[in-house]
């Protein structure tokens, strides 16, 4: 089980975009992750008529590590460590480590 998922609410706490937050669109093997609205490059295509792409500047989300995000605590509102621990009925689950709040329903 990893730390970081799909969809979960993060906080970038180092680089360019420190202190914006964003959902995860996708974990990348390399232990990058891509957070929607954050990390945003342009990136030049050329139009390519066989394929149907049209050219011009297009905005994207660029990887960014996973030292440089934390998970974003709601209740705190403030970033926050992630542990995991099993519960009474075996099943594994992640949860913050300020207030003991379980992050995986």
């Known amino acids: 089980m990893r730390k970081f998922k799909t ?3 993060v906080i970038i706490i180092a680089g360019r975009d420190k202190g914006k937050r964003g959902n995860i669109i996708k974990v990348l093997p390399d232990d990058r992750l891509l957070v929607e609205n954050v990390a945003m490059v342009k990136r030049h295509t050329k139009p390519n008529p066989n394929k149907g792409i049209s050219g011009g500047i297009i905005e994207k989300e660029s ?3 996973m030292s440089n995000v934390a998970h974003f605590n709601p209740q705190t509102k403030k970033a926050d460590r992630v ?3 099993l519960l009474e009925d075996g099943t594994k689950v992640r949860f913050f480590k ?3 709040e ?3 329903s």
């Open 7 to 9: 969809n979960d609410d």
């Open 63 to 65: 990887p960014i590590h």
């Open 83 to 85: 542990g995991f621990k």
């Open 98 to 100: 300020s207030n003991d």
């Open 102 to 104: 379980v992050l995986d």
